[in-house]
């Protein structure tokens, strides 16, 4: 049973960096695909990262150059680093995993309906 624990959430001020991180257990990293996403009030949820069995990282342009996403498979640890944080990254925030590992090569990870596991989300608040 796939099971995902994200934690790390918390209000910051703008400009400042959160990290976040998401236990996996009942998976194989190297079989699947593991991204971020983050929903805000009244929007749709957005594929925000994606990494890859090769590590190879895809980003969303509005948080490229600003978030990191890594893997370690020993922990089977994912987890989103977050700098230069702004009010409008104020969000849920998701980790999600998926079998169909090849989305990462493509842009089918960037839509949350094509990934079939989910946690719990962390809230993330950034404040002007």
């Known amino acids: 049973q796939v099971q995902l624990v994200e934690s790390g959430g918390g209000s910051v001020q703008s400009g400042g960096s959160l990290r976040l991180s998401c236990a996996a257990s009942?998976?194989?990293?190297?079989?699947?695909?593991m991204g971020w996403f983050r929903q805000a009030p009244g929007k749709e949820r957005e594929g925000l990262a994606v990494?890859?069995?090769?590590?190879?990282?895809s980003y969303t342009d509005s948080v490229k150059g600003r978030f990191t996403i890594s893997q370690d498979n020993a922990k089977y640890l994912l987890t989103l680093q977050m700098n230069n944080l702004k009010p409008e990254d104020t969000a849920m925030y998701y980790c999600?995993?998926?079998?169909?590992?090849?989305?990462?090569?493509?842009?089918?990870?960037?839509?949350?309906?094509?990934?079939?596991?989910w946690g719990q989300g962390t809230q993330v608040s950034v404040s002007s």
């Open positions: 009942g998976l194989d990293f190297n079989n699947y695909c």
């Open positions: 990494i890859a069995r090769d590590g190879k990282t």
């Open positions: 999600a995993a998926d079998s169909k590992w090849w989305m990462s090569r493509n842009n089918d990870w960037r839509t949350w309906t094509n990934f079939g596991y």
